[in-house]
């Protein structure tokens, strides 16, 4: 079947029915071949794979050092992930991990199945050992995705840019399985380091039908179901965060930072010339002041990672506005948004939230007094890729008052014409900064149709009460100093032997060594816990998987113990810290 068939018109179904299988049994065999949430052995290594899987540019394949053979075997595909003790893509990445804490466990090594099993090591009768289990996950796999696997012929050239097709089948096979055996895998629940959130799998079936249709939401004639659906979805978020306004909107962003963005130039379109943040909020703020011509932002000084109002108090004046935070990016704690409301409204300033990490909290019952005060705001920023499980990107931006978005009114006659307009065409072009943009909407519609505000909600709340779990045992853990209890569902912890001996240095080691093994991806922040108030560095865990609990963690929480020890005796016995 030829490479270049359309993905719409009457065949585009038929045509993508046959390709999925392939990106997914790609797919299946790289994740199996992977084994653990990220790669191992750091960028070198990963570089190392691309070429050896690939080989330079133009090279005839059977000369490529380590070029791929034709595979019709996914056992084979996986290399030494299935123990023939071959070098496989990556190595053998429970080999790879093995060495971080020198114990053997089994820990998060085999994925999330290995973390809530026994961690009794390799030979787990349970488990029957790291590739054991990522053999199951493969073969079942690659059994949903259907048919056979195609088998691969020699492509005439390597690399991505190759003078000849290898055809849709096979490129799709191979670059998946590159792709996931050489991924971050968010569903893992050792992969915890950023707000980056395993997407559902009702919203990438959405993405798919959305991508091949293709609507273009720069135009209603060129998205004319798609532009309603936006305008339905966004009208609810905007009610959603302003229940009691008379005429509140929204619009789709890419994130936090496009939202930030449009916050402070629709502040500056109101005659705003100075932004003010606290110490906490997101680097996007003082970029966003930069790209729109403002001062640098006045900094608030926070304690607790939240804004204090009484500073607030003393720099605020009618000619400013202010960035409050709801879920900042180190800890997940909330400004104190009351307050702040108020002496915004007693100043005359205006008020702008991020609530990029916490506002999916409105849709909780349970959770959603967190987030009072929001509603006081004059613009919001929400993501529905974090708190809402959508592939990036899925950012929001509401506004109190619907006219304050005219700011972003444009003309251009091919797309808006006032003659077009007038007649009752929808004028897209003022809903976004951006002219040509995907329909991110549909997927996020498509969700919340699926699952209901109330569902949602339910995840937010999943993923909060096991961070709140996590900080317990945490607190419990004899190697393990916890920052304070989350407020949502970041946990920070610190090593013990961190405070007493090897300082910050032993902390950024530790987040390394986990990270080059392939064990887990955490986080770091820098928190001002030190003398005086000086920073130290914190590790932190963003816990975004709605499904795993508190157990699926331990075995992550005594890795992290035994890795700083590891790296504390490393240390001291080498000149050279690794």
């Known amino acids: 079947m030829r490479a270049d068939v359309l993905a719409g018109g009457h065949d ?4 993508l029915a046959e390709l999925i299988p392939a990106a997914l049994r790609g797919m299946a065999a790289g994740a199996a071949e992977r084994g653990g949430p990220i790669p191992a052995g750091g960028p070198a290594a990963v570089a190392a794979a691309l070429m050896a899987e690939h080989g330079e540019p133009g090279t005839p394949a059977a000369a490529a050092p380590g ?39 089994a820990g998060l090594l085999g994925g999330p199945a290995a973390a809530r099993g026994s961690a009794a090591g390799p030979g787990s009768a349970e488990l029957g050992g790291p590739a054991a289990a990522r053999d199951q996950a493969a073969a079942t796999a690659l059994e949903l995705a259907g048919a056979p696997r195609t088998t691969l012929e020699p492509a005439p050239a390597t690399g991505t840019l190759p003078r000849r097709g290898v055809g849709a089948e096979a490129a799709l096979e191979e670059l998946s399985r590159l792709l996931a055996a050489g991924s971050a895998d968010p569903a893992d629940p050792a992969c915890a380091a950023h707000l980056h959130c395993p997407p559902l799998a009702v919203s990438v079936a959405a993405d798919v039908v959305a991508s091949a249709l293709n609507p273009s939401m720069d135009s209603w004639d060129q998205a004319p179901v798609a532009s309603e659906l936006e305008r339905e979805f966004t009208a609810g978020i905007a009610r959603l965060c302003y229940p009691d306004q008379e005429n509140p909107d929204a619009v789709v ?11 402070l130039l629709l502040a500056r379109e109101t005659g705003i010339v100075q932004a003010i943040c606290g110490a906490n909020a ?16 006045i900094v608030v000084p926070c304690e607790g990672d939240r804004m204090l109002p009484a500073a607030l108090a003393e720099v605020v004046t009618p000619h400013t506005v202010v960035v409050a935070t709801a879920g900042t990016t180190n800890t997940g704690t909330l400004d104190p948004l009351p307050e702040i409301a108020e002496i915004c409204r007693r100043a005359g300033a205006r008020l702008h939230v991020d609530a990029a990490y916490g506002g999916t909290a409105l ?3 349970a959770l959603k007094a967190k987030l009072a005060g929001l509603e006081l705001a004059d613009s919001v920023a929400l993501d529905l890729h974090k708190f809402g499980w959508q592939p990036v990107a899925a950012g929001l931006f509401a506004a109190r008052e619907a006219a304050d978005l005219a700011a972003l009114t444009v003309r251009a006659e091919y797309l808006n014409a006032d003659d077009d307009t007038e007649a009752g065409l929808p004028d897209l072009l003022g809903r976004s900064i951006r002219t040509s943009r995907r329909p991110d909407a549909f997927r996020m519609a498509v969700t919340v149709r699926a699952l209901g505000t109330d569902g949602l909600g339910a995840l ?18 004899p190697g393990l100093r916890l920052w304070g209890r989350p407020e949502l569902s970041t946990v920070v912890l610190r090593p013990v032997v961190a405070d007493t001996d090897g300082g910050d240095e032993l902390v950024a080691r530790v987040r390394r060594a986990l990270l080059e093994a392939g064990t887990a991806v955490i986080g770091r922040a820098t928190l001002p816990t030190g003398p005086g108030g000086a920073g130290r560095l914190w590790l932190k865990l963003t816990l975004l998987h709605p499904h795993a609990t508190a157990a699926d963690y331990r075995p992550l929480l005594d890795r992290i113990a035994a890795t700083a020890g590891a790296e504390l005796v490393a240390g001291r016995e080498s000149p050279v810290a690794s």
């Open 12 to 15: 585009g179904a038929d045509r």
């Open 67 to 105: 070029g791929a053979e034709p595979l019709d075997d996914p056992a084979a595909a996986r290399g030494s992930a299935v123990g023939d003790g071959s070098a496989g893509l990556l190595g053998d990445p429970a080999a790879a991990r093995g060495p971080a804490v020198g114990d053997g466990s």
């Open 253 to 263: 962003t890419t994130g936090g930072t496009e939202s930030n963005l449009l916050g």
């Open 282 to 297: 997101h680097h996007s703020v003082a970029r966003a002041a930069w790209l729109l011509g403002l001062p640098a932002p």
């Open 363 to 365: 849709c909780s019952e």
């Open 460 to 477: 937010v709340e999943r993923c909060c009460a096991t961070a709140a779990e996590v900080a317990a045992n945490v607190e419990r853990h």
